[in-house]
T-cell receptor
Framework: NAGVTQTPKFQVLKTGQSMTLQCAQD?????MSWYRQDPGMGLRLIHY???????DQGEVPNGYNVSRSTTEDFPLRLLSAAPSQTSVYFC???????????????FGPGTRLTVL | GDSVTQMEGPVTLSEEAFLTINCTYT??????LFWYVQYPGEGLQLLLK?????DKGSNKGFEATYRKETTSFHLEKGSVQVSDSAVYFC???????????FGKGMKLTVNP
């Protein structure tokens, strides 16, 4: 198993550009999520999905869109990048049968994004 | 809302020193508690977890006990190694949800 993979590892954007951060997992996990990590802020939840076709907002969703057309993939879209979105982005997944699972969340290696 | 408060550091220790990282939480009900570790340039990995009061999680010489009376989950290791240099995150997950709430993280550097 490759686990959770993320691409790209690094990205530099100009203000106003759009891009998609890719996340894929090969563990047949239902639950997937996106976090951003900023110095002194820990990790904050952006969006999450409890299964294909189902997504919901987390703590800091503004400026980001997600979709979940397959179990394996959960891309994160920045429609119009802003310097405040400079961060490290992590994707995570788990079996996630809510309320029934205490399963571990597995994290990808992260994407470091800089918006100029 | 749910929240996690932990020591933020950074902390520098000598090899074989004793380590304690404090973590307290605020949550309704009975959350599951976690410690995640992030080594330089990598994603987060689960270090240990506890799912109910008085449970002790342990892994790689690290331990933490779920104390409901003090709403705490402090991480300890008796003798740290250079390879333990990393950022440590305390986190909780409320029952019925998969969402993790993280503390701000603490950077640990261990010198030989």
């Amino acid at each position: 198993n490759a686990g959770v993979t993320q691409t790209p590892k690094f990205q530099v954007l100009k203000t106003g550009q759009s891009m998609t951060l890719q996340c894929a997992q090969d563990m047949n996990h239902e639950y997937m999520s996106w976090y951003r990590q900023d110095p002194g802020m820990g990790l904050r939840l952006i969006h999450y999905s409890v299964g294909a076709g189902i997504t919901d907002q987390g703590e800091v969703p503004n400026g980001y869109n997600v979709s979940r057309s397959t179990t394996e993939d959960f891309p994160l879209r920045l429609l119009s990048a802003a310097p405040s979105q400079t961060s490290v982005y992590f994707c995570a997944s788990s079996y996630g049968v809510a309320g029934l699972s205490t399963d571990t969340q597995y994290f990808g290696p992260g994407t470091r994004l800089t918006v100029l | 809302g749910d929240s996690v408060t932990q020591m933020e550091g950074p902390v520098t220790l000598s090899e074989e020193a004793f380590l304690t990282i404090n973590c307290t939480y605020t949550a309704t009900g009975y959350p599951s508690l976690f410690w995640y570790v992030q080594y330089p340039g990598e994603g987060l990995q689960l270090l240990l977890k506890a799912t109910k009061a008085d449970d002790k999680g342990s892994n790689k010489g690290f331990e933490a006990t779920y104390r409901k009376e003090t709403t705490s989950f402090h991480l300890e290791k008796g003798s740290v190694q250079v390879s333990d240099s990393a950022v440590y995150f305390c986190a909780l997950r409320r029952g019925g949800s998969e969402k993790l709430v993280f503390g701000k993280g603490m950077k640990l550097t261990v010198n030989p």
